[in-house]
């Protein structure tokens, strides 16, 4: 019953630009913070954004900032990571999950970032 399921992922060019959407079922997503993690080609899982229950406070990786966006529509439930500026070592598959508890990851979505 509770989960969630990651959207949006694709191959873009550098510079491109890709929203990735999370959305929630079995839950309310208002009560929780949400997180965006990351795992590239033999590197470990890494966060890289998460926004607050109320979406009042955000906070990114320092390799993301001023790229990324992180936001959330309580009313859909449903959470997006807006990505501006895209790099190839952006290129990993992108989860989304629940604070401070996590659910069990799902498949993610792949962001593939190359000419």
């Known amino acids: 019953q509770l989960q969630l399921v990651e959207s949006g992922g694709g191959l873009v060019q550098p510079g491109g630009s890709l929203r990735l959407s999370c959305a929630a079922s079995g839950f309310t997503l208002d009560y929780y913070a949400i997180g965006w993690f990351r795992q590239a080609p033999g590197k470990e899982r890494e966060g890289v954004s998460c926004i607050s229950s109320s979406g009042g406070s955000t906070n990114y990786a320092d390799s993301v900032k001023g790229r990324f966006t992180i936001s959330r529509d309580n009313a859909k439930n449903t959470f997006f990571l807006q990505m501006n500026s895209l790099k190839p070592e952006d290129t990993a598959v992108y989860y989304c999950?629940?604070?401070?508890?996590?659910?069990?990851w799902g498949q993610g979505t792949q962001v593939t970032v190359s000419s």
């Open positions: 999950n629940s604070l401070p508890t996590f659910l069990n």
